[in-house]
């Protein structure tokens, strides 16, 4: 333990959604000790500059070179925080810096590298609605940039058919709008009209909007590239209440026998 | 917001898988405002005592009528933290309280309740691991409590068929050990017998022990009630490394073209 200090070492580390009370200690310890955090420009803002911290905030879509950059400074002796929204491991830095690892120098494979959960949006968007996560269910990038659109289909369908809950990373952007439009017309065909949808967009920001309608009633452009989207499963039910609806699975896959 | 701490609330927050570093500072919050702490006994033996602060620790299975018992109290104008491990949205507390809401007197829906997001195991786990959620995942409590065996199995094929990485929570019980036997039966042929899967057993706790095998080495008795299990995507793969191996699944469905 006595040369930790010493060597480099990346933490590749979740600030969670947005709001700072959802940071873990954790990641709050790994920042304080960093000498240089790297990341996309957003994510890079927020945290505070000190002395002898480095801030290399990079555009989006430069995913790899990004860990190569974490990587090499980490191999010369620094200590290197990447730091993404959300959970690093879920459609994040986590991967693309493993990814980086495998392809590059074999001298790398002795950097002390650790992955720093964080809270992820669709764990975020569902507490803030209710529970519509709490029986089984699956996560899916809707982003066509690294899979054929044929596949996110058969997914959507094998995952309807399976009657999970869906959450939807990445929905819509404005260089391929056809795309949730066709998501949606596929889900209604499979889950039925009236099976409800979560657009829950910027959670837990100032910018927070939850919207709650049926499939029906979905339109595209209630997504956008800060929203993340839920979809219930058969047995997803809303609580209407005055100070506004709640989207809630119960814990049983059936009808109660009382 | 004056009247907010006159009225009674309750809020169902995640204690994270186990480490003191990843409660998030929102739940903190929560507990030192909290008159009340409810939950399953070792959850509830997390929260220091303090004066004002009284503690309800309860047995398993009996989520209702601690669901029950949280909205009661706050119904009587009390400050009730509904304390569950990992996140209280996911196969845990907060699909019981929104039950518990619905079936119970319409008096509640005027309770303020709030769900406070916390790290969740498989997403702990796979932090520990590598990434091996990082591309399209489901997750599935494999516990035949609450679901007909025959459902779980349909589940597993079709999450098989659409490549999801899974993620198995409630893996294994001493009253019902011959499920996750046939789990891993048919998950042998429908993946086939090289594909990777992670036994994390107490994550980021003094016991937490991960191990990586093939399907073709896996055995039921490598999971008990502690254990999250994760099953990799056909993409997932592993980084051999003197410190222990990573298990990752990259970002792109299809090989990469360089």
Chains 1, 2 share one sequence.
Not at 126 to 152: E, M, T, V
Not at 210 to 216: A, D, K
Request: aromatic share 6%; charged share 25%; net charge negative.
């Amino acid at each position: 333990m006595s040369g930790a200090q010493d060597r480099g070492r990346v933490c590749v580390a979740g600030l969670g959604p947005g709001d700072e009370a959802l940071v873990t200690g954790e990641v709050t310890q790994a920042l304080s000790e960093a000498t240089d955090v790297i990341g996309y420009i957003p994510y890079v803002a927020r945290i505070a500059p000190r002395e002898g911290l480095r801030l290399h905030p990079s555009d989006n879509r430069v995913e790899l070179d990004r860990a190569r950059h974490a990587l090499d400074l980490a191999a010369q002796g620094r200590r290197v925080v990447v730091v993404s929204s959300g959970d690093p491991g879920v459609f994040a830095m986590a991967s693309a810096l493993f990814e980086a690892l495998e392809a590059g120098p074999s001298a790398w494979l002795d950097i002390d590298i650790r992955v720093l959960p964080g809270i992820t949006a669709m764990l975020a968007a569902s507490a803030r609605a209710g529970a519509p996560l709490g029986h089984d269910f699956c996560a899916i990038n809707l982003s066509d940039n690294l899979k054929p659109w044929d596949l996110i289909e058969k997914r959507l369908r094998l995952a309807a058919e399976a009657d999970f809950a869906m959450a939807f990373y990445n929905p819509r952007s404005a260089s391929r709008p056809a795309g949730f439009a066709r998501a949606l017309e596929v889900l209604r065909e499979a889950c039925g009209p009236e099976r409800p949808i979560l657009f829950a967009r910027a959670v837990t920001t100032p910018d927070e909007e939850l919207r709650i309608v049926s499939l029906r009633e979905a339109r595209p452009e209630m997504a956008d590239m800060r929203t993340v989207v839920i979809v219930g499963s058969s047995r997803t039910r809303i609580i209407a209440r005055e100070a506004g609806p709640i989207l809630y699975t119960p814990r049983s896959a059936v009808e109660a026998a009382a």
